[in-house]
T-cell receptor, first 119, second 115 residues
Framework: AQKITQTQPGMFVQEKEAVTLDCTYD???????LFWYKQPSSGEMIFLIY????????ATEGRYSLNFQKARKSANLVISASQLGDSAIALYFC??????????????FGQGTELSVKP | EPEVTQTPSHQVTQMGQEVILRCVPI?????FYWYRQILGQKVEFLVS????????KSEIFDDQFSVERPDGSNFTLKIRSTKLEDSAMYFC?????????????FGDGTRLSIL
């Protein structure tokens, strides 16, 4: 069974500094996708970045990049130059999807990491 | 940018009552999903829907739950006889294809409170 683990329940970062949010995963599948979502205090889920298991380069999307280490089964999110707008109180979720699954590809989520950006 | 819309944003219902949560997925999307998030916990998959039928469901999605796409735009989740433990945020999501690098786009959620 697929599993996502986020071991940091809460993180603090100074504004304009970089922060890394950890995510490890467990799967026996060869083809899978890893996603990061942000959930601000208002509750909506915002897609941030995607990494495919066969992608040779780490994904980047603006200030977000993914440190993908396939052998270690980790997909850490790096936020460069944190902004106050990155949190207030925001949860960051790592999620995995079996992209060879023809049943619709449900997302399996981790427990989330709450990020607080300090001015 | 097109988005998934969910109504209502907050629903308060007496235990034992039926509730219908509504979603309008993005118009050219083919795969639809419901997830729930109990307060303080992680997001859990309930059901996926494609081509007018359920493609996968979790153990949470028991006989009390049903989904329907009554017309070309709406996608609904019905809970037949609500329990206290059904209190949660319910998210609808859609994606263009079911097995690719396309992300699932989420609605803002419906907060369901069972009294």
């Amino acid at each position: 069974a697929q599993k996502i683990t986020q071991t940091q329940p809460g993180m603090f970062v100074q504004e304009k500094e970089a922060v890394t949010l950890d995510c490890t995963y467990d799967t026996s599948d060869q083809s899978y996708g890893l996603f990061w979502y942000k959930q601000p205090s208002s509750g909506e889920m915002i897609f941030l970045i995607y990494q495919g298991s066969y992608d040779e380069q780490n994904a980047t999307e603006g200030r977000y990049s993914l440190n993908f280490q396939k052998a270690r089964k980790s997909a850490n999110l790096v936020i460069s130059a944190s902004q106050l707008g990155d949190s207030a109180i925001a949860l960051y979720f790592c999620a995995m999807r079996d992209i060879a699954d023809n049943q619709g590809g449900k997302l399996i989520f981790g427990q989330g990491t709450e990020l607080s950006v300090k001015p | 940018e097109p988005e998934v819309t969910q109504t209502p944003s907050h629903q308060v219902t007496q235990m034992g009552q039926e509730v219908i949560l509504r979603c309008v997925p993005i118009s050219n999307h083919l795969y639809f999903y419901w997830y729930r998030q109990i307060l303080g916990q992680k997001v859990e998959f309930l059901v996926s829907f494609y081509n007018n039928e359920i493609s996968e469901k979790s153990e949470i999605f028991d006989d009390q739950f049903s989904v329907e796409r009554p017309d070309g735009s709406n996608f609904t989740l019905k809970i037949r006889s609500t329990k206290l433990e059904d209190s949660a945020m319910y998210f609808c999501a859609s994606s263009e294809v079911g097995f690719s690098n396309q992300p699932q786009h989420f609605g803002d959620g419906t907060r369901l409170s069972i009294l």
